[in-house]
């Protein structure tokens, strides 16, 4: 544990040397892909489970013992917008692994006017392709990459972006030690809704989970933004040093009674923070979640706020076909 809070201590005292300032585009990029991890406090890259929507996550998680799954997941986000993702993954030899899903955002319909009356509906979606591929690099290291294409329409306004996430996953079973390394969103976009080019939401995450010794309970911290320092308050003033450096954590915490039920709560600072309001939404920033195992089926859920006006509550199915025997 020392050599992991030194490590800690490194990665954030250099992050000022790698700050960033600018606009990005496909921000929903940013928002869970996973059940688990929503319920974990929004993102989590080092909880090493048979989950397959985790690969969105750190496609380090990709392995062989997923051959022949498929996944579908749903996210209620706010009013009419949906949000969700297929996945589907086939081992590639007993140290290799492939994949393939699609990521979409649809907004809903909106009224387009002139000055003086209706001329239609006009929509607006975000789809992003996914190609995953992983390797085991020894028999505690696995290494994986997603490569991404976006395609966002507008209201007639097109753009499209190419992206890259790239995983490490380390797991020791005798110390039930889990650590995971991600840079996510690396890459740009090519075609812009109208003139200017703009960054893609990038981000370089780094975490650890530790299962207790005598206890089915996991705990989880993982470190976010580590490409930035500087964060605001409602208020445009620039945060003090403490509430900075808590703003780049999430905690996790699952309960894990058996290898087919888990229950997990998790809180993300920064949502905190940024949803907080002077009276109501006392939860902000905290998430709940659970899931079952029946046989090859796994169903799981989560609740979490990532708008100041609503709950969002996610969903997932997923099935592995090798266990179904198809």
């Known amino acids: ?51 397959l929507s985790l690969i969105y996550h750190n496609p380090g998680f990709l392995g062989p013992e997923m051959n022949m799954s498929f996944s579908v997941d749903y996210l209620s986000y706010i009013a009419d917008i949906a949000m969700g993702n297929l996945t589907f993954a086939k081992s590639l030899g ?3 692994s492939w994949g393939i899903g699609v990521t979409y955002a649809d907004y809903g319909k909106m009224i387009e006017t002139s000055q003086s009356q209706i001329i239609g509906d006009l ?3 975000d789809i992003c392709g996914n190609l995953f591929f992983s390797r085991d690099l020894t028999d505690n290291i696995r290494g994986g ?12 306004n097109t753009s499209i972006g190419l992206g890259v996430d790239l995983g490490l996953s380390y797991y020791n079973p005798d110390k039930n030690l889990s650590i995971g390394l991600v840079g996510k969103n690396l890459g740009r976009q090519i075609k812009a809704y109208e003139t200017e080019l703009a960054n893609m939401p990038w ?18 911290v993982t470190t976010v933004y ?17 509430t900075t450096f808590g703003k780049h954590l999430v905690f996790g915490v699952d309960f894990l009674p058996s290898d087919n039920l888990w229950i997990a709560l998790g809180y993300n600072v920064k949502r905190g923070a ?24 796994s169903f799981g859920c989560a609740v979490a706020q990532y708008h100041p006006s609503a709950t969002s509550l996610m969903i997932n199915v997923s099935v592995s076909l090798s266990e179904q025997k198809l």
């Not at 990459?145 to 007639?156: C, E, G, N, P, T």
């Not at 995450?205 to 206890?215: T, Y």
């Open 274 to 297: 940024d949803l907080s309001l002077t009276e109501g939404n006392r939860m902000a920033g905290f998430s709940v979640g659970a899931g079952l195992k029946v046989k090859a089926f």
């Open 145 to 156: 990459v997603a490569a991404k294409f976006i395609y966002s329409d507008y209201a007639h």
């Open 226 to 242: 580590l490409n930035e320092w500087k964060f605001y308050n409602l208020q445009g003033e620039k945060d003090s040093f403490p």
């Open 123 to 125: 929509s607006a979606r």
């Open 1 to 51: 544990m020392r050599k992991i809070i030194s490590l800690y201590i490194l990665l954030l005292g250099i992050l000022p040397l790698t700050a960033q300032e600018g606009n990005s585009t496909f921000d929903f990029l940013t928002l869970p892909n996973s059940v688990r991890a929503s319920a974990l406090g929004g993102t989590n890259i080092s909880v090493v489970e048979n989950d």
């Open 203 to 220: 981000d370089i995450q780094f975490g650890f989970s530790q299962k207790l010794s005598h206890a089915p309970i996991r705990y989880s």
């Open 94 to 96: 007993e140290r290799s």
